[in-house]
């Protein structure tokens, strides 16, 4: 199989892929056309069909498997495919690992440094409100295990919102030594739980794509109502930590232009936003320093609007000459 992250500009290709997303548009000239976005665990291509109907292009719907024969041309500095023929496959046929990104890193493994964070965890409202979710709920662990943690911008593959949980946790746990007025407790606990939202936000693989719920109120309002709703079966539950912890969630993207219905006020609701920030940041750039267009490349990538800033590898160190 030649995955999507080798493909490059000039190939004829007849291989298959798992079709995302398919629309109609029209061209300029009031031709129609449709557009296809194909995807295997390496990435996904956009893709075109200038002339719909025409023999060889069967009907294919997306989340079918497609075998498509076409030619790789690049558009606007990114990879495009132009496909000639195209046929539904059958789901039997493939192997489906092979078209769902996953995480490189051993699930099984981060989940085990999560229960070792949540056990680290002195204040017991707090160590209660972990365990239901993370020990007592299995199926939520599933669903949490399982899940990406963005449709596209950031760990967009299965396991990565535990991927990016963990490393975040690292990282308050980090400022929390660092820095002693911290309090660790409160900022363990906000780092495992401010993504919760997103095990509802967004839909399993592998459509991963934004639920209703997840379209009309965002993770962050949802993590802090599933937040609220444990909370309130927890006798005695201090209403102070409780609003502070609420408040860490729903600060967390640190600013209102970034869906944070509030800025961060305590030191451990900003420490958890850098910590947010700086993952989600160093991920996106390895995502883009890994793709197949920058693998083995010392060139410009060019403007990434999430970023905000062009983009290129670092040069290779040398061994500098003796004298």
């Known amino acids: ?52 109907g025409s023999m060889g292009i069967d009907a294919f719907e997306p989340l079918d498997y497609v075998e498509v024969h076409g030619d790789v041309t690049m558009f606007n500095g990114q990879l495009q495919l132009s496909i000639k023929r195209a046929r539904k496959i059958d789901r039997e046929s493939v192997e489906e690992s092979d078209y769902l990104p996953c995480t490189e890193k051993d699930v099984e493994q981060l989940m085990e440094e999560l229960l070792q964070f949540i056990e680290s965890v002195k204040n017991p409202y707090y160590w209660q409100l972990l365990c239901r979710f993370f020990v007592e709920n299995t199926e939520f662990v599933q669903k949490f295990k399982k899940h990406s943690a963005a449709k ?60 209703d719920a997840g379209q009309l109120l965002g993770h962050i309002v949802m993590g802090s109502e599933m937040v609220g709703k444990i909370i309130s079966t927890i006798p005695d539950f201090p209403a102070k930590q409780a609003n502070e912890l609420k408040h ?49 490349s010392d060139q410009w990538l060019g403007y990434s609007r999430l970023l905000e800033t062009n983009v290129r590898k670092t040069s290779k160190s040398t061994a500098i000459p003796e004298l």
């Open 248 to 296: 860490c969630i729903l600060s967390h993207h640190g600013t209102l232009e970034f869906g944070s219905p509030k800025r961060p006020a305590l030191i451990e609701a900003l420490a958890l936003s850098f910590a947010d920030n700086t993952d989600a940041k160093m991920e996106t750039m390895k995502e883009l320093l890994t793709s197949g267009n920058m693998e083995n």
């Open 1 to 52: 199989m030649k995955f999507i992250e080798t493909l490059r500009e000039g190939e004829k290709i007849q291989e298959i892929y798992l079709c995302k997303q398919k629309n109609i548009a029209m061209t300029k000239t009031g031709k129609e056309y449709e557009n296809v976005i194909l995807q295997d665990k390496t990435g996904q291509l956009d893709a075109k069909i200038w002339e719909p």
């Open 152 to 211: 596209s911008v950031h760990h967009g593959f299965i396991g990565g919102l535990l991927e990016h949980t963990v490393a975040v946790t690292k990282l308050c746990d980090f400022y929390a030594a660092q820095y002693p007025m911290i309090n660790r407790d409160l900022l363990i606990t906000a780092s495992i739980c401010h993504d919760i939202g997103k095990v509802f936000e967004i839909s399993d693989f592998p459509v991963n794509d934004y639920t």
